[in-house]
């Protein structure tokens, strides 16, 4: 009962008084700390998957049938009456920085306050027809550049508002960006703005928004530089490479911090003439918002690099072998060692079969063994820490065996020396068995056809350049 009241009596517009609507939000603050460690402790969503549920979760609200009874059950089960729709309208000249705030403000509080938990739905809306997107190149080239597909990205002609606004379970709300005045043909939402996010003069409208603290109007160059400066003051995390999105395989774009931050800029460049000390449009805010987006830029590019480079999740084992090997030659017991950027864990996940084909692949060189050196970090979720992890095969003695010169040692033995090298004290690999990085359906594959030795090697400084000496100094005495 409590909760009802305090939220229809903040509510000013909300009509019937009985009204159970979820309660009002600071938009432009930081998050209370709890919410904050939840939001640190997940990746942010990739763009399109964001605009793809906020699509979706419009649908089930507004369109089609039963999508009534729908929007009735997330209300039930929040316990209000209705939910709240919000839609981000930048200005009607759909410049990009009216769109660049409206999808990065959306975006943002999402992350914030998650549909439908929170009881609010953010709609970044562009404020013109689809059919005008053409009119702006250089939006549309922006998006793409920032792996935003154009496709998704919600225009004013295609999101009924006023029938979104006469359905029973929603209770509608506008923020407005880059600009603070709504045209006419807008008004009738006039006493449903939340929140104004602008950079043109004040005509002080919607006073509701000045009792919330819901408004940000100062007279910068661009709109994108008061957006920048409330998330990189309230929740820098989602601007963050430790925000990144898992790697969309299928959909290779920027990670959405840095596709983010290069609509931010781009956008900073476009109204402020390349910041040009001659049209003096740039003021200290946005001269500190480009300091930012210049080191932001620098490190998450390279941090989306780095991964995509450690990236194996796409190679086969073959491939996984052939990656970054060493080969210890010698006539006697050829071998590789490959560094392999990965946990034993992941790669027996994708390939259960990796024993059999790692004995495969060093038959077919004829080698007489392979030394797999894993290395990974493990996802925040799990911990966060490096880990490093060695695997020995040795193909089992038998009829299709490499061909062994005479006098070397047979498999079993040379298996023996091989652990023991690694295992003596000396070698420092701080070596602890551990069989059950692989799966039993992964040794049981292997049985027949390998000697099989599984550590966690806990010097985590120790690498090839350790090993591969180590090896060769082992097999020149036998
Ligand atoms: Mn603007």
């Known amino acids: 009962m409590s909760a009802s009241t305090s939220a229809s009596t903040s509510n000013p517009s909300s009509s019937s008084s009985g009204d159970r609507l979820p309660a009002p939000l600071s938009l432009f603050k930081a998050p209370s700390a709890e919410r904050m460690a939840e939001i640190e402790a997940n990746h942010v969503p990739p763009f399109n998957a964001f605009l793809d549920s906020v699509r979706g979760c419009l649908k089930e609200l507004v369109a089609g049938s039963g999508s009534e009874a729908e929007a009735a059950a997330i209300c039930q089960k929040l316990n209000l009456d209705r939910v709240s729709v919000v839609v981000i309208f930048g200005n009607e000249a759909c410049d990009a920085d009216s769109q660049v705030c409206a999808l990065v403000l959306a975006w943002y509080l999402s992350i914030l306050y998650p549909f439908p938990q929170s009881g609010y739905l953010f709609v970044p809306m562009t404020n013109c027809p689809r059919s005008q997107s053409v009119l702006r190149a250089d939006v549309l080239y922006l998006f793409r550049q920032a792996g935003v597909d154009v496709a998704r990205v919600l225009y004013e002609d295609e999101v009924d508002v006023k029938a979104l606004s006469g359905r029973q379970n929603v209770d509608l709300r506008v923020i407005l960006v880059d600009h603070n005045n709504m045209r006419a043909s807008q008004e009738w939402m006039a006493d449903r703005v939340i929140g104004v996010l602008d950079h043109h003069r004040d005509d002080k409208l919607y006073p509701q928004t000045e009792a919330t603290g819901n408004r940000i109007v100062q007279v910068v160059g661009s709109c994108t530089t008061l957006l920048a400066d409330v998330i990189f003051r309230n929740v820098p995390y989602v601007l963050s490479a430790d925000a990144f999105p898992p790697i969309d395989h299928s959909n290779p774009v920027p990670a959405s911090p840095l596709g983010a931050i290069m609509m931010l800029h781009a956008t900073l460049l476009l109204d402020t003439n390349n910041l040009s000390p001659v049209t003096q449009k740039n003021r200290p805010l946005d001269d500190a918002m480009y300091a930012k987006y210049m080191s932001a830029f620098r490190s998450l590019d390279y941090s989306d690099l780095k991964r995509r480079r450690a990236d194996v999740s796409q190679l086969d084992t073959t491939q996984l072998l052939q990656k970054d090997t060493k080969y210890g030659q010698g006539d006697e017991y050829p071998h ?40 990974y970090t493990q996802s925040k979720k799990e911990g966060g820490k490096y880990h490093r992890q060695i695997l020995v095969v040795v193909p089992k003695d038998g009829p299709d065996a490499p061909k062994q010169p005479e006098g070397t040692l047979d498999a079993a033995k040379l298996f023996d020396e091989i652990r023991r090298a690694l295992e003596q004290k000396e070698a420092n690999f701080d070596l602890v068995e551990t069989p059950d990085l692989l799966p039993e359906e992964a040794h049981a594959r292997g049985k027949d056809l390998a000697h099989v ?26």
Do not use: G
Request: proline share 5%.
């Open 336 to 375: 590789l060692i490959a560094s392999i950027p990965d946990s034993l864990q992941a790669w027996s996940k994708r390939d259960v079969n990796l024993l059999p084909n790692i004995v495969r692949r060093v038959k077919e060189q004829n080698l007489r063994f392979a030394i797999c050196l894993l290395a």
């Open 453 to 478: 030795a599984v550590y966690e090697q806990r010097n985590l400084h120790a690498t090839r350049k350790q090993v591969a000496p180590l090896m060769e100094q082992l097999l020149s005495k036998l």
